[in-house]
């Protein structure tokens, strides 16, 4: 029989409905850090870790949301005390954590040209245009993908590379060409890139997927707030009703 009656009774029924949107918040964030975690993977190389820990965090956080929803439903169910007393504690750990993940991703967002900028510079050293090696592939893929060359312009390779030479990657093969192709820092060239660099575009890239965790975050955050709320409120009324004192 139940121990809750009125408004409490529905406020139970309502936390067990949240448990079953909590549980698929859980498999957003997974969805979300594994998404954009897959996108950093990509462009590893020019990332540094803080990139890859938020993505992982989320993940961790969803997997953990998974888990405690059990002790919710289970609870709320029951009626039980206890359960519903360590599901409060337990969702509102996992709030902070998502406020914190959330925040990272928006600070993250705001470093994201400085970091990337810094990566950009330092790795074009690395930067072949005679044996292939993953930061040659890379730069390969970033200019082609994002229609630019250098950092700032075409014109930074001329600290790393001979004779005025680009990366082929700077410059639009015409369809047909045969035999030799050279790519050459001429403002003649009129098979150059666009002529930007690709700090703007890569770092706008980046940021725009460290928003989407910031967001996910945040508003998962602001829905399991209202679950602790109901929780508190039911584990009250379960305590009042079966006179329980203290926490137990």
């Not at 969702?91 to 900028?117: C, T």
């Not at 790795?123 to 970033?142: A, R």
């Not at 050279?182 to 002529?195: V, W």
């Not at 508003?219 to 305590?239: D, L, N, S, T």
Request: aromatic share 12%.
């Amino acid at each position: 029989m139940s121990l809750l009656t009125g408004s409490a009774n529905a406020v139970k029924y309502t936390l067990f409905g949240f448990n079953l949107i909590f549980l698929i918040t859980g498999i957003i964030l997974i969805a979300v850090g594994a998404g954009v975690g897959a996108v950093y993977n990509g462009y590893e190389i020019f990332l540094v870790s803080k990139f890859f820990s938020i993505p992982t965090f989320l993940i961790v956080i969803g997997s953990f949301i998974i888990v405690i929803t059990f002790f919710g439903c289970w609870g709320a169910l029951k009626e039980n005390y206890c359960l519903i007393l360590s599901f409060s504690v337990m969702l509102f750990i996992i709030f902070i954590l998502e406020l914190a993940a959330g925040i990272s991703g928006y600070v993250l967002r705001n470093d994201a040209y400085d970091l990337i900028r810094n990566s950009l510079n330092n790795s074009m050293k690395s930067y072949s245009n005679e044996t292939q090696n993953p930061t040659t592939i890379l730069w390969d893929d970033v200019q082609r993908n994002f229609d630019c060359c250098g950092v700032g312009n075409s014109t930074d390779w001329s600290l790393h590379l001979k004779d005025n030479e680009l990366p082929l990657s700077c410059c639009r093969i015409p369809p047909g060409t045969v035999g030799t192709f050279s790519c050459i820092s001429d403002i003649n060239n009129i098979n150059l890139n666009k002529n930007q660099g690709c700090l703007t575009g890569f770092s706008n890239y980046i940021a725009d997927h460290a928003v989407s965790l910031g967001a996910a975050g945040v508003v998962i955050a602001v829905i399991q707030f209202f679950g602790v709320i109901f929780a508190c409120y039911i584990a009250r009324e379960i305590k009042i009703r079966n006179g329980i004192t203290g926490f137990m």
